[in-house]
């Protein structure tokens, strides 16, 4: 019954690999989205996907690749982590002003 | 551009005490105003929201209203519970930007019996 699902819920790995973040959502949504919060609190938007197609994309580092095969999945690839993409990134689907959010996965760069 | 400025936390209220917390916002348009609730290790929840000036939004005991003259949507609840601890996002979207969410910092809230 889980709206919207991320994986892993936890990932911990060295600076310079690469990793990707899974997130999928069953609410019929057209449109999803990833935020990344900061050992602060703080969340800022990164990217939106519009049935499949990319609509936002907030001065994040090419290192940070998203991808939807379809519209219920958006996938976080991040290349050649850095200490500073240690944070929570959190997807959400929504349509009209409501957004709906996963559990988050708490990305940890050693 | 758009902002959203709450008051910094931690709060920390007693149980029944009354809770407000600030939000104002800068918009370059009518935005739509929310609050989300962020418990100890959760995702963030819609706790309200509110379309248009003067509309109230209410949720769980909390109450919002979108105050145009003011830009400001503060959160308020007569009487809090200890199950309210959480962190607490003022956020704003405005049409035409894909409903991207633009949030404020968050505020802590520490409800103690």
């Known amino acids: 019954d889980t709206a919207v699902s991320q994986t892993p819920k936890y990932l911990v790995t060295q600076m310079g690999n690469d990793k990707s973040i899974k997130c999928e959502q069953n609410?019929?949504?057209?449109?999803m989205y990833w935020y990344k919060q900061d050992s602060k609190k703080f969340l800022k938007i990164m990217f939106s996907y519009n049935n499949k197609e990319l609509i936002i994309n907030e001065t994040v580092p090419n290192r940070f690749s998203p991808k939807s095969p379809d519209k219920a999945h958006l996938n976080l690839h991040i290349n050649s982590l850095e200490l500073g993409d240690s944070a929570v990134y959190f997807c959400a689907s929504g349509y009209s002003y409501e957004q709906y959010f996963g559990p988050g996965t708490r990305l940890t760069v050693t | 551009g758009n902002s959203v400025t709450q008051m910094e936390g931690p709060v920390t209220l007693s149980e029944e005490a009354f809770l407000t917390i600030n939000c104002t916002y800068t918009?370059?348009?009518?935005?739509?105003l929310f609050w989300y609730v962020q418990y100890p290790g959760e995702g963030l929840q819609l706790l309200l929201k509110a379309t248009k000036a003067d509309d109230k939004g209410s949720n769980k005991g909390f109450e919002a209203t979108y105050r145009k003259e003011t830009t400001s949507f503060h959160l308020e609840k007569g009487s809090v519970q200890v199950s309210d601890s959480a962190v607490y996002f003022c956020?704003?979207?405005?049409?035409?930007?894909?409903?991207?969410?633009?949030f404020g910092t968050g505020t802590r809230l520490q409800v103690t019996l």
């Open positions: 918009a370059t348009g009518y935005p739509s």
């Open positions: 956020a704003l979207s405005l049409l035409g930007t894909a409903s991207k969410l633009t």
């Open positions: 609410l019929g949504h057209d449109t």
